[in-house]
C-alpha cells in the first residue's frame, strides 16, 4: 500500500521560496500521476498541480508562475517550490497520487506551512 | 474556470437517518471526471466515489453518487458515527484542471 510522507519546513519568510518533499513508500514512482494540492485553513482543497510520471507537468493557472513540481525515481521523491510566498500560501500541504489522472484516491497525511515574518 | 457549488453548507441529522448531498457545477462536468470526498477533522480528505457513481476502494456501499451535467448527488443510505465530517466535491477538466467545492459540514444533530 503506498505511503507518502510530506516534509519540510513549517515557516517561511513571506517573498522566499517555499519547498516542500513528499517521500514514497510501498510503489513504484515509474507510473501514475503525482501532485500537490493544498488546503487554507477552514477552507477547502486547491488543487497546485501535477507531474505523471513521464515528466509531463500541469499546473494550476493562478499559481503556474511561481510553482515547480518534480520527481525524482532515484529517491521516490516527488518536489513542490513555490517561489515568492505571501500569507496567502499559508496552508496544509498534501501530496497525492492515483493511476488516474482525474481524482486522487492516496494522500499523504499533509504538513502545515505558515508564511509569516 | 468550473465552479462547484455545494448545498446545504451543513447538514444536522442522526446517526441510522439518510443524508442527500448536492454538487452543482458552473458548466457541464462529464460524468466520468465528477468524484467525492469526506475529510475528517485534522485528516487528509478521503476519496469516496469516482466517476461520478463508482465507490473507491474500501468504501462501504452505503455511499452511493449519482449524477450528470450540472447536477451530482451522493446519497449516504444510513449515518454511521463516523460518517460525520466534511464532504466536498471535484471535477476534472476545465481550467483549472482539478477544482474543489466549498464543502457540505455533516453534523451530529
Known amino acids: 500500500q503506498v505511503q507518502l510522507q510530506e516534509s519540510g519546513p513549517g515557516l517561511v519568510k513571506p517573498s522566499e521560496t517555499l519547498s516542500l518533499n513528499c517521500t514514497v513508500s510501498g510503489h513504484s514512482v515509474t507510473s501514475d500521476y503525482w501532485g500537490w494540492i493544498r488546503q487554507p485553513p477552514g477552507k477547502g482543497p486547491e488543487w497546485i498541480g501535477y507531474i505523471y510520471y513521464s515528466g509531463s507537468t500541469n499546473y494550476n493557472p493562478s499559481l503556474n508562475s511561481r510553482v515547480t513540481i518534480s520527481l525524482d525515481t532515484s529517491k521516490k521523491q516527488l518536489s513542490l517550490k513555490l517561489t515568492s510566498v505571501t500569507a496567502a500560501d499559508t496552508a496544509v500541504y498534501y501530496c497525492?497520487?492515483?493511476?488516474?489522472?482525474?481524482?486522487?484516491?492516496?494522500w499523504g497525511q499533509g504538513t502545515l506551512v505558515t508564511v509569516s515574518s | 474556470e468550473i465552479v462547484l457549488t455545494q448545498s446545504p453548507g451543513t447538514l444536522s441529522l442522526s446517526p441510522g437517518e439518510r443524508a442527500t448531498l448536492s454538487c452543482r457545477a458552473s458548466q457541464s462536468v462529464s460524468s466520468s471526471y465528477l468524484a467525492w470526498y469526506h475529510q475528517r477533522p485534522g485528516q487528509a480528505p478521503r476519496l469516496l466515489i469516482y466517476?461520478?457513481?463508482n465507490r473507491a476502494a474500501g468504501i462501504p456501499d452505503r455511499f452511493s453518487g449519482s449524477g450528470s451535467g450540472t447536477d451530482f448527488t451522493l446519497t449516504i443510505s444510513r449515518l454511521e458515527p463516523e460518517d460525520f465530517a466534511v464532504y466536498y466535491c471535484q471535477q476534472y477538466g476545465g481550467s483549472p484542471l482539478i477544482t474543489f467545492g466549498q464543502g457540505t459540514r455533516l453534523e451530529i444533530k
Open positions: 466517476g461520478a457513481s
Open positions: 497525492v497520487r492515483d493511476r488516474s489522472v482525474s481524482w486522487y484516491f492516496s
